[in-house]
């Protein structure tokens, strides 16, 4: 059984990309993981790979709240209650002029974007609450700073993300809970070769980071003074420089420079 000397980390969307190198770096540090998806195969490699003993997995669709009760009841039966750090990061995306994609994704993106990281954080409060320095990380993006272009309905949601990440941090500080998020730019996975690469920002930035990147943010995060921790971790140096400007910048910049950059 884990015990205080050996964290527990619950992680969503872990059966590949960003989820996936999250779980892997925890794992190889000796922490014991519950690795939760719908890929049920990609979780099944994970945890062949580093065993059932230090790796529990299961289904997860982060919109179902009976998925989260399930997965959760499973994690803290394996952890004795312990649950250190959630990290919300399942989601998807939907590219292109807004109204050219069908409204059923536009819904569907909302619902595991945003609903998936609110059914975690309610479902897992009890738990954490429960847990003497417990964390909760949320993956965002920075299509949070400003609404991006083709990218509508996703950068909305990681708005809300933001949003929601920073009123928790200040509602949960009276609990001993910690709520942060991250915030990377375009990352080197599946999802921004299959539905984001097409896109004019991409090909003007690039994609400069890759999912250990964000994983060593997370990392670094699970590890820090709870005192320490920033609200927000922006990953990689274009994310800092967009932060910076966006704060710095008039509102009319900061829209011209973002409309440039997606070609309108």
Partial sequence: MPTPSRPCLFVTGAAAGIGRAVAERFLLAGWFVGAYDVDEA?????????????????????????DWQAALAGFVQATAGQLDVLFNNAGVAVTGPFESGELAR?????????????????????HLRRTPGSRVINMCSASAL?????LASYSATKAAVRSLTEA?????????VRVVDVLPLFVNTAMVADEVSRMKTVQTLGVRLGPDDVADAVWRLANMAASRMPVHTHVGWQTKVFALLSKLSPAFMNRMVTARMAGY
């Fill in 168 to 176: 928790l941090d200040i509602e949960w500080q009276r609990h001993g």
């Fill in 146 to 150: 400003y609404g991006q272009p083709d």
């Fill in 106 to 126: 536009h819904h569907r993106l909302i619902d595991i974007n945003l609903k998936g990281v609110v059914n975690g954080c309610h479902a897992a409060a009890l």
């Fill in 42 to 66: 990609g979780l099944r490699t994970l945890q062949q790979g580093f065993g059932a003993d230090q790796c529990h997995v299961a289904r997860l669709d982060v919109t179902a709240v009976e």
